[in-house]
């Protein structure tokens, strides 16, 4: 089916094949990346097509990419990957990177050159003031052929080498001659240098002081520190690093925090586990957070995290210690979709299908933890409550996804009762996805589960308590994360 896709003037709308219905949102998608890449050089007069294709083995067929690529020019023809796997991706990075490529077709450049361009139009409308220095001539020829068709751990070193350029970070060393395993390290989805968290007004009241000076609350007024940032002991944030936007909103205060990954992944790490948390857990974590950032970059509006449990806890800038174990975090051959973590199992793991109805249906390992107080819970929703969730909710469950009756009405998704239970009536009220429910003889729901979150993934309790037996963070992974969830 050909349909046509209208980008703003003066551009030569391309023609679209593929799923219809995925028309409307690559359309609007397209347009927003037209105008994103601008600056990176003209568009290119003549026709082109957006080919959409319906399986994964077409894409990879018609353009040679790799297992980790979204999309690929191969002449007037950009091919992207099945509808259903774009939209768990970063849509819009993915578009920018490649109409850059086409906006710099003819430019006299080195292929790690315009890829390295790609890489930043990813997350950045600007240019630079100036690109960094280019590197000595052999090495600009080695960058060249490992993205020309070097190895996958050519190829790897050399996307690496790209984004720690475009960072002015240190730069990795190419490959040496000894052969190692092979495996492809899946293309990100953002060039982004940085990571942006965003506190809301209403969780941030009361008087403010920053670095020792009282902000005055005056509605519409803005304030901006870099560096260190310091904030009151009873404030609900500590310390921080980085940029740092403070606005006087009606409801309080809105804070605004820029870092680099490392530093999200580091804060985020000990928000979730603690700075006391054993060093080796502390290394799972950030092993699976760069994983989770890298397949759900953007969750909140102007693609912003939150600091809560919907993301990930951050409290503040982390330790040293925390730092420390993030920079030695080990890589994690995990499929980013899947890269979850919970904060206990309560020894019983579920799977994302059996959760979401998508993925795979294998479940991880998780220990049953002594002392643990979400080893095991009980709960009773009144018959009030109950009502109210069937209001909420529509039945119906996606294959394999696991489900609940209440009375004879259902089933419904566990994960949806649980979600809409929260934020109804608080987020102790349906701790876990693992769980078994009666309806009484009075309309009540009594519940019986283990865990507390969705149970996917790693667990946090499990992680704490492995590590404490002598654990390495890669056996607490290996224990998490079964094969069928890693890339291929």
């Not at 006299?108 to 315009?114: G, Y």
């Not at 995290?305 to 730092?323: E, F, I, M, W």
């Amino acid at each position: 089916m050909m349909i046509l896709v209208a980008p703003a003037p003066p551009f030569t709308p391309p023609t679209f094949e593929g799923d219809p219905g995925a028309q409307a949102p690559i359309e609007e998608a397209l347009r927003a990346a037209l105008a994103a890449t601008a600056a990176q050089g003209p568009w290119p007069a003549g026709p082109w097509r957006v080919r959409l294709h319906a399986e994964a083995i077409a894409f990879e067929r018609a353009t040679g990419a790799p297992p980790g690529r979204s999309g690929q020019w191969v002449g007037e023809v950009l091919h992207l990957r099945p509808w259903e796997q774009l939209k768990r991706r970063d849509l819009g990075a993915i578009l920018r990177h490649e109409l850059t490529h086409r906006r710099l077709t003819g430019r006299d450049l080195h292929r790690w050159e315009e890829e390295a361009r790609c890489l930043w139009a990813e997350s950045h409308r600007r240019l630079p003031k100036a690109w960094p220095s280019a590197p000595a001539a052999a090495l600009q020829a080695r960058l060249d052929r490992a993205l020309a068709g070097g190895t996958t751990r050519e190829q790897a070193w050399s996307y690496r080498w790209l984004r720690a350029w475009l960072r002015r970070e240190p730069l990795p060393a190419p490959p040496g001659r000894t052969p190692e395993p092979e495996a492809w390290v899946k293309e990100a989805l953002t060039a982004a240098d940085s990571v942006t968290v965003v506190w809301p007004p209403e969780r941030l009241r009361g008087p403010l002081v920053v670095n020792g000076q009282r902000l005055p609350h005056r509605i519409g007024r803005t304030w901006r520190f870099r560096g260190r940032v310091r904030f009151p002991q009873a404030f609900p944030v500590r310390d921080l690093r980085g940029l740092v936007r403070i606005s006087a909103e009606t409801r309080g205060w809105r804070l605004v925090w820029t870092a680099s990954r490392a530093a999200w992944i580091a804060a985020a790490t000990e928000g979730e586990l603690g700075a006391d948390a054993p060093f080796e857990a502390r290394r799972a974590l950030a092993a699976v957070l760069g994983r989770w950032l890298e397949g759900h970059p953007r969750q909140h509006e102007g693609g912003a995290l939150c600091p809560l449990t919907h993301c990930a806890v951050v409290r503040g800038a982390a330790s040293a210690d925390t730092a420390g174990a993030v920079a030695v975090s080990p890589e994690l051959n995990l499929d980013a979709r899947w890269a979850f973590f919970t904060g206990s199992a309560g020894g019983h793991a579920l799977s994302p299908r059996g959760v979401w109805g998508e993925g795979p249906a294998e479940t991880g390992g998780a220990s049953v933890v002594p002392e643990d107080r979400w080893a095991t819970w009980e709960r009773t929703l009144s018959a009030a409550q109950v009502a109210a969730l069937k209001r909420d909710l529509r039945p119906g469950l996606r294959p394999g996804q696991q489900g609940l009756r209440l009375g004879e009405s259902g089933p419904y998704a566990v994960e949806d009762l649980r979600l809409a239970a929260g934020r109804r009536f608080g987020w102790t009220a349906w701790p876990s996805n693992a769980c078994e429910g009666d309806i009484q003889p009075d309309g009540s729901l009594r519940l019986r589960g283990r865990g507390w979150g969705h149970n996917v993934g790693l667990c946090l309790a499990t992680a704490r308590f492995r590590a404490g037996q002598g654990a390495t963070a890669e056996q607490i992974l290996a224990e998490a994360f079964p094969v069928s969830w890693r890339l291929p």
